[in-house]
């Protein structure tokens, strides 16, 4: 596209005000004649968007008429492009404008803008002379309003709508049910009632609407237009002959649609490759700022005003000198605008740039575009002029030559488990961009199958797998390995650590074909597990590896040959741990990793040591607080049972005794555990002191 908007002219000025046009001139007048702009090219392009263009060569001051739908003028002066290549120059370009449907119809003594029953529209003609034909009799009156009544009808209670209508200066209530006619009497409100109507109708109104061009000059010249409207998207689809006495044979066709209104007789056809941005954005309609609304000042008391400072003498001339610089600047800034506008009007129209078109390879069918870049897009220009009636399509050879390609089998296990699919890897040495579409593959003199081919850029490999293999048999096993601790090291008493994963899948290909076959394997790539093995000869992809291998064909005796690939991939999941909060059992596990150092080794160790002289402290500890608890409970039970007994009984005597033992013992119990807490506490604050000064790998 950069070479039809190289060194435009002028670009649209759309929905100027009638003092502009007569000043500019009119599109039809004295000395203006009409001519005609027919269709000279079509660009089509895969984002759903077309850029036509028209030309023809007039003299003098011509003017030209377009018809559009009302649905592609929006696109259409948003991308117009006028071109006047003989020193003259574009007018203003009219079209039919209209209001928003919305505005029009608040526009009326009686809004329809949201579609009002009867009801609704009866209220707001209050106040309308009408005449009412209702089942009984007509009557002449003016319409007060409607109202919702309810009744009861067979035990239910219904809503009815009810016209009060003033009629010989009595207010009569007539149900809507009953109303067959209603007829306006007031010419102007019935007036504005057909106007919102026809508004309503044109709304919906899909026909043409028609753009004026004007060209002003004097000599003979060429003159063009161009715009973007919203067309199909051309698609592709490819057939590829494979032999294996020769390179692949790829035979490209573009698929067109003409879905405009207009014969395409004899135009320049080019087809662009790639994706450029296009959207829709609403010109066609006016578009009014909402305003604010300021009430009339109404005389208020006024509050006390507050004053400021008087302003210096110095001072205000500063303020005075400050505006007139301003003042002076902007007047400055209009007169560069014009300065630089007026060149801009006066510019030459470049001559037409010429497409090169260079000749398409050999092949039953001879390609009839040229392929080239243009700027990120790619583009095939169609060599000889193309006719295409309105609502017709076409086929155009686009590709017609031979390629790079290699037949192999492809392996991957979630597309099939159990059979590799016959496949091609193509590389395209032919110098063009291969969009994507459908490819039908032949071979050796016979239909294949099907394949899919992405966008391909030059010089690029692809991938196409076409049918099933039933020359050749897969399988995958996959197993997975403990997990292993590969490092550790300890900071201030956090234990920081790597543990390793692995799987392994085992794939088993055999070639049961008479010859050697290249196979290929596809491994699904995780992005978090690093392959292992195999360490070379992989291929990498945004979802996959990729490994080749040939095998063998079969012996005499029809057996196949099978080989074993194994790929194996790593994963390192890094653990934190405060070894504070860990049990001696679990350090016991890591002291048992081959995978540390003899100086972490012995620093655990001697942590296992502390842990476990802490443990048994606490264990005493808690032993002894278990004999404190049985104690209590045995002289809760004691203590109840001697006061059933008289005090000179044996069995009270018996009860003294162990009570006055278990006091002794208890004493020596809290003595005992006492210390236990003090050594435990002591302990502790050992380990966190050797914890917090221990670093080590």
Same mark, same amino acid.
């Given at each position: 596209m950069k070479r039809f908007l190289q060194r435009i002219v002028i670009m649209v000025t759309a929905g100027l005000a009638g003092t502009a046009l007569t000043s500019a001139g009119a599109p039809t007048g004295a000395g203006t004649a009409k001519t005609d702009l027919p269709l000279k090219q079509v660009v089509l392009f895969t984002s759903g968007v077309a850029y036509f263009e028209r030309a023809a060569e007039i003299s003098g001051t011509a003017a030209a008429e377009l018809s559009f739908k009302t649905d592609q003028i929006n696109d259409l002066i948003k991308s117009l492009v006028l071109i006047d290549e003989g020193g003259g120059h574009i007018t203003a370009v009219t079209y039919e404008s209209r209001d928003p449907v919305d505005r029009t119809l608040k526009s009326f003594s009686v809004d329809l803008t949201d579609n009002p029953n009867l009801g609704n529209l009866l209220n707001r003609l209050r106040g309308v002379n009408v005449r009412v034909k209702a089942t009984s009799r007509d009557l002449t009156g003016m319409i007060v309003g409607v109202e919702t009544r309810k009744r009861h009808v067979d035990k239910e209670i219904i809503e009815e709508k009810i016209l009060n209508l003033m009629s010989d200066k009595n207010v009569r209530a007539l149900s809507l049910d009953a109303i067959q006619e209603i007829e306006v009497l007031d010419p102007v409100i019935q007036a504005d009632l057909d106007a919102a109507l026809k508004v309503l109708a044109v709304s919906h109104d899909q026909g043409k609407k028609t753009v004026r061009l004007t060209f002003t000059g004097e000599k003979r010249r060429q003159v063009r237009a161009g715009y973007m409207l919203e067309a199909p998207v051309w698609k592709t689809s490819y057939r590829l002959v494979l032999d294996d006495k020769g390179a692949p044979l790829l035979q490209g066709w573009a698929h067109v649609e003409n879905m405009t209104d207009d014969d395409w007789n004899g135009i320049t056809l080019t087809l662009v490759s790639g994706r450029p941005l296009s959207f829709i954005q609403n010109l066609y309609d006016p578009i009014y700022l909402h305003r604010p609304v300021v009430r009339p000042t109404l005389d208020e008391n006024l509050a006390p005003p507050e004053y400021e400072g008087a302003i210096t003498g110095e001072m205000a001339a500063d303020m005075v000198d400050s505006a007139e610089m301003k003042a002076d600047s902007a007047l400055k800034g209009k007169k560069s605008m014009r300065m630089m506008a007026a060149p801009a009007m006066a510019m030459a129209a470049p001559s037409r740039p010429q497409i090169n078109m260079a000749g398409m390879g050999g092949g039953g069918v001879e390609a009839m575009a040229a392929a080239r870049e243009a700027g990120e897009l790619f583009e095939y220009a169609v060599k000889e002029p193309i006719t295409l009636p309105r609502r017709q399509s076409a086929m155009i050879p686009i590709v017609n030559q031979t390629i790079k390609g290699e037949k192999l089998s492809i392996f991957n296990a979630q597309v099939n488990p159990k059979n590799p699919l016959n496949g091609v890897e193509l590389e395209n040495t032919s110098g063009l961009f291969l969009m994507q579409g459908p490819v039908t593959v032949f071979e050796d003199g016979i239909y294949a199958g099907d394949a899919r081919l992405t966008d391909t850029q030059r010089g690029e490999k692809r991938l196409l797998s076409y049918a099933l293999d039933l020359a050749g048999e897969a399988k995958l096993d996959r197993k997975s390995e403990p997990e292993e601790i590969v490092s550790m090291k300890i900071v201030r008493g956090t234990l920081t650590l790597q543990r390793k994963f692995v799987d392994t899948s085992v794939y088993t290909l055999k070639n049961k074909r008479d010859k050697t076959r290249q196979y290929l394997i596809e491994h699904p790539l995780r992005p978090d597990w690093e392959l292992v093995e195999p360490a070379k000869d992989i291929e990498k992809t945004r979802d996959a590896y990729r490994f080749r291998l040939a095998l063998d064909g079969a012996n005499q005796r029809g057996d196949g040959k099978s080989r074993d690939i194994i790929f194996r991939e790593q994963r390192l999941e890094p653990e934190i741990?405060?070894?504070?909060?860990?049990?001696? %059992?679990?350090?016991?596990?890591?002291?048992?990793?081959?995978?540390?150092? %003899?100086?972490?080794?012995?620093?655990?160790?001697?942590?296992?040591?502390?842990?476990?002289?802490?443990?048994?402290? $606490?264990?005493?500890?808690?032993?002894?607080?278990?004999?404190?608890?049985?104690? &209590?409970?045995?002289?809760? $039970?004691?203590?109840?049972?001697?006061?059933?007994?008289?005090?000179?009984?044996?069995?009270?005597?018996?009860?003294? !005794?162990?009570?006055?033992?278990?006091?002794?013992?208890?004493?020596?119990?809290?003595? %005992?555990?006492?210390?236990? !807490? &003090? %050594?435990?506490? &002591? $302990?502790? &604050?050992?380990?966190?002191?050797?914890?917090?000064?221990?670093?080590?790998?």
């Open positions: 741990l405060m070894l504070a909060n860990i049990q001696s %059992d679990q350090v016991r596990f890591l002291i048992s990793q081959k995978n540390i150092s %003899d100086k972490l080794r012995q620093a655990l160790k001697e942590l296992v040591g502390m842990q476990e002289a802490l443990s048994a402290v $606490r264990q005493e500890r808690q032993q002894k607080e278990q004999r404190v608890k049985a104690i &209590a409970e045995e002289q809760n $039970r004691i203590r109840p049972n001697m006061q059933t007994v008289t005090k000179n009984s044996e069995s009270y005597s018996m009860w003294e !005794r162990k009570l006055v033992q278990q006091e002794k013992d208890l004493d020596q119990l809290n003595v %005992d555990l006492e210390k236990l !807490r &003090a %050594d435990e506490q &002591a $302990r502790n &604050a050992a380990i966190a002191r050797f914890l917090a000064e221990l670093n080590v790998e």
